[in-house]
């Protein structure tokens, strides 16, 4: 069943809370709506034509979005493949990721736990490749099906064909990028248990618990909550920045550039990249913590107080404007202290 409405109030559809207009809102409800959809309603659709999951990595813009929301209702789950040692599951693009990953924590499966309370959708988890404590999405993708937008047929890709990489997918870039309408994700999850444990201080909020699925889920949503403001108290799109990755051998004059301006730089987090050798990342949060920016505001858009790499809608009325202006200051000041550029993470609509 396909619902399309028109000249609809999107306020809902974005955890930031951006208020506006979208031309048309579709909504599909099964992977085989979506050949209809793009062929006898395609000339009823105001263009571009956007799939997006929850709204959580998205800057709305003000005023009104002349195009068409795109949404999934196909939100089944169902076990393919269930060896010995964990299960594969198929899940519908529109089931929200962190319901998938408490019923599945509680049946004590391994594998996505440290992605617990990440808004999204498992159809956006795909393109984005969010990332958590230590954990990817495309460490437990196996293949994504799609209804391939131009050929008008439906494909399934390995999830080793996609490009991944941190924060990001072949479904962000040409060709793939407005091409591909994802319908359902692949999942393998496992019965040994393997808990990832060494990022920030999670394995001293299990404190002493054995380490199951369910109890690290626990673990990670209490520690989010207490960090992340709830997109019901201040609505946000989570990290608004990428975390910077640099050659090690700018290391040494980041660090001097940022000594010249006052700064402490003996505390700065800096993560090796096993998988890019002479690369290391460095925590966007801490950059924009130094840069004196916790608690920075332009009107109701303020970097939130216990995580500055969050960008709050503070009293519910702030503008994607406003939070533009907020992010190019960011970009700005931390830039002219450490000599590094930051990248939002947020696709600006």
Known sequence: MIAVTHDIPYKLFNT??????????????APDDLPTLFSDLAGSLPAPVKPIGQGSNILFPDGR???TILLSGFTVVEPIESPEAGVTFRIGAGKRLDDFIAETAAE???????????????????????????????????????YDVADRRFVT????????????????HPPMRGRMIICSVDVRLSRVPAPHLDYGNLRSCLKGAVPTPLAVREAIVATRRS??????????????????VVSVDRLS???EKAESAGIDTSSMPVYQLADSPGHAKLSAAWLIDRSGLKGARVRSAVTWQTQPLVIVNADGHATSADVKALAEHIIAEVDSRFGVRLTPEVEYL
């Open 65 to 67: 979005f002349e195009g």
């Open 16 to 29: 930031m809370g951006i208020a506006g207009r979208a031309a048309a809102v579709a909504v599909w409800d």
């Open 227 to 244: 960090k992340l403001p709830e997109i019901t108290e201040a609505g946000s799109a989570g990290s608004f920045f990428k975390n910077p």
């Open 108 to 146: 004590g499966l391994w594998g996505l736990e440290n992605l617990s309370h990440i808004p999204g959708t498992a159809g956006a988890a795909a393109v984005q490749n969010v990332g958590a404590y230590g954990v990817e999405f495309a460490d437990c993708l196996v293949a994504v099906t799609c």
């Open 157 to 172: 890709l390995p999830a080793g064909e996609l490009g991944y990489g941190y924060r990001d997918s072949a479904f962000k």
């Open 253 to 255: 004059a980041i660090r």
